[in-house]
């Protein structure tokens, strides 16, 4: 169990890339021990806001990731996020402004980081979304 801290570690995440808001505070880790999941991404074809792309992900029969799940595909696929950028919409986090964010691996600068998009303002084309199956 690596805790908040270590898998931000083992995700090769420069703290300086890392939202400031993305705390361990704002995003509990909840449980203990490791999940064994394949993780998949998810793609939608048109402009969906987060509420629709999380309902249309579980009626296709799979689990929103969370951001544990994500810094695990970080680190282990970290080409992908410089591709497009991947996101984690089991994990929100309601800002100082009442919006709700949901983390994003992306790229800026040139470096890989982890970001907050806005769970309500819609998602284009560019993103992908982190699911795994769901178990029967």
Not at 42 to 58: C, L, N, R, S, W
Not at 64 to 76: C, I, K, S
């Amino acid at each position: 169990d690596l805790g908040f801290e270590g898998l931000m570690k083992a995700a090769k995440l420069d703290p300086g890339c890392v939202n400031r808001d993305i705390t361990p505070g704002h995003f509990p880790i909840q449980g203990k021990g490791i999940r064994n999941v394949d993780l998949e991404l998810y793609e939608f074809d048109e402009m969906v806001t987060g509420e629709e792309a999380a309902q249309k992900i579980e009626q296709d029969g799979y689990v929103n990731e969370d951001l544990p799940a994500l810094f695990t595909f970080g680190a282990n696929h970290p080409v992908e996020q410089r591709r497009r950028p991947v996101v984690a919409l089991a994990s929100r986090w309601q800002g100082r402004d009442r919006d709700v964010l949901v983390p994003c691996l992306g790229e800026d600068c040139a470096e890989r980081d982890l970001d907050l998009c806005w769970f309500g303002l819609g998602f284009g084309q560019g993103f992908r979304f982190l699911v795994s199956r769901k178990t029967k």
